[in-house]
């Protein structure tokens, strides 16, 4: 079913991991904007669905995904497809920062030199408007040619986020994007997203109930790689219809 309302739409996802599943039966939905959250408990297949989101299993021998997976109506694990150009489309944030050991600069416009040549003067444009929408051009914009690695974990996190956007995607996969940085720096990345709910879709791994609370408009619950519940944001922190998610979300297990 391929739905206007939605920019990517996965129906029974099942994944397997050298046949042990991992993932059973997942259907959820993105639209074109707004924040989802996924939450759950260590080992439920957070990341595992959310690397299914750009087929990032295709470079892990053994991995068998099953299901269907559309993105602009158009079936994303199709033979056709060119993964360079999907990955460009649906970007990767992960946990720990990851800028090359570049100058500031290098790290955004990397992305856009893959496969094209781009006049000097438009890759300056697109680096800064890749780092002012990460919020992060303010802190770096007299130091583009200093090393990455020299930044702060929160500003190396803004600089990878500024790196995913700069390749225009529609959508931002993040995997715990704050998690490996300290309460203030991690407030900083959130404000950041914040800002780009409007224009993207971000789906976005987190273990920290506040953020998902304070960021996200829906949130989909996962327990044993299994969907236990998908909802508003509010209803789930306030009005889990699952005991299960009621006991995660009061802190019971996890
Ligand atoms: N490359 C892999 N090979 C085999 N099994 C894997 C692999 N990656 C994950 N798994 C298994 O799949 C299940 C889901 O793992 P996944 O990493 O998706 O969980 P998660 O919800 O992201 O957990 P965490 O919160 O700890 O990051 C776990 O049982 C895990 O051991
Ligand atoms: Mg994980």
């Known amino acids: 079913m391929a739905d206007e309302k939605y920019l990517l739409t996965t ?19 993105f639209p074109k904007n707004g924040i989802t959250a996924l939450i759950g408990p260590s080992g439920s297949g957070k990341s595992t669905y959310l690397r299914a989101l750009n087929r990032m299993h295709d470079l892990t021998p053994n991995v068998k995904v099953e299901g269907k997976f559309l993105f602009h109506g158009v079936d994303m694990y199709a033979d056709n497809v060119d993964l360079v ?3 460009k489309r649906i970007g990767m944030v992960f946990q720990q920062p990851t800028p090359f050991p570049f100058s500031i600069y290098e790290n955004v416009a990397f992305g856009l030199r893959l496969g ?11 680096v800064e408007k890749a780092l002012r929408q990460a919020g992060v051009w303010e802190e770096v914009k007299d130091r583009l ?5 020299g930044l702060s974990g929160g500003q190396q996190q803004r600089v990878s986020v500024a790196r995913v956007l700069a390749t225009k995607p529609d959508i931002l996969l993040l995997d715990e994007p704050t998690s490996a940085l300290d309460p203030i720096s991690s407030r ?13 879709c971000l789906i976005i791994v987190t ?3 506040q953020q998902a609370a304070r960021i996200s408009q829906t949130t989909a619950f996962f327990n044993d790689g299994r969907l236990v ?3 508003k944001t509010r209803d789930i922190f306030l009005n889990p219809k699952e005991k299960e998610t009621q006991d995660y979300v009061s802190g019971k297990f996890g």
Do not use: C, T
Request: aromatic share 8%.
């Open 11 to 29: 129906e029974n996802v099942n994944l397997f991991y050298s046949g042990k599943q991992a993932l059973f039966d997942i259907s959820l939905y």
């Open 85 to 87: 150009d999907l990955r």
């Open 116 to 126: 094209h040549k781009v006049p000097k003067h438009d890759l300056n444009e697109a």
């Open 145 to 149: 040619d200093m090393n990455a690695l």
């Open 188 to 200: 900083v990345v959130e404000d950041s997203l914040l800002d780009l709910r409007d224009e993207y």
């Open 207 to 209: 273990h920290n109930m």
């Open 229 to 231: 519940e998908v909802g």
